[in-house]
């Protein structure tokens, strides 16, 4: 059973629409990292979020991106006005406990805006 | 700030051969963690190895080993017997150690496409 898993795996969305990603950890996980990998391309990070917080986000996560925690389980990525642009996949990762030197990484999202 | 870059775009080795896939970084922090992964055409990432940057020995994980070169600041791959599944793109990472023990975000390279050939 994978350490973090992501849903959905693939979506499809009209370009200016919200969407949600959303990554579960199977279990109590603290750091939680969200990062883009636009087809083709490296990965790239987006946010890091440490008790229930940003702790850090690179220029790419503008005011049209958003995290939050909202049970204590889930770990989501909101995006409010999707743009072309925005077509990558998505990855969760996080680490097991704080200490652990694996990034475990759900199984990505794959986002194409239309 | 940290950088990481593969000069390999692509490589490709016969299989049960051996490969080195090269990897060099770039950083200010005094600690640091190197890591490699692995992602098949089904777009997973899998963690393959780590290496800290106060181990003094190379790390190995089955059939991976990772050189690492503190004053060269490389961290090379080698994966030995290659086989037909290990096809796939192979990032290097790395993260600094933030409050003393956890890693932060990760820093990838640009990737190095690996084809096993029969």
């Known amino acids: 059973e994978p350490e973090v898993t992501q849903t959905p795996s693939h979506q499809v969305t009209q370009m200016g629409q919200e969407v949600i990603l959303r990554c579960v950890p199977i279990?109590?996980?603290?750091?939680f990292y969200w990062y883009r990998q636009i087809l083709g391309q490296k990965v790239e990070f987006l946010v890091s979020f440490y008790n229930n917080e940003i702790s850090e986000k690179s220029e790419i996560f503008d005011d049209q991106f958003s995290v939050e925690r909202p049970d204590g389980s889930n770990f989501t990525l909101k995006i409010r006005s999707t743009k072309l642009e925005d077509s990558a996949m998505y990855f969760c990762a996080s680490p097991r406990i704080p200490g652990y030197t694996e990034a475990f990484f759900g199984q990505g999202t794959r986002l194409t805006v239309v | 700030a940290q950088k990481i870059t593969q000069t390999q775009p692509g490589m490709f080795v016969q299989e049960k051969e051996a490969v080195t896939l090269d990897c060099t970084y770039d950083t200010s922090d005094q600690s640091y963690g190197l890591f490699w992964y692995k992602q098949p055409s089904s777009g997973e990432m899998i963690f393959l190895i780590y290496q800290g940057s106060y181990d003094e020995q190379n790390a190995t994980e089955g059939r991976y080993s990772l050189n690492f070169q503190k004053a060269r600041k490389s961290a090379n791959l080698v994966i030995s017997a290659s086989q037909l599944g290990d096809s796939a793109m192979y990032f290097c990472a790395m993260s600094a150690l933030v409050r003393g023990t956890s890693y932060g975000k990760l820093t990838f390279g640009q990737g190095t496409i690996l084809t096993v050939h029969p």
């Open positions: 279990s109590n996980h603290l750091y």
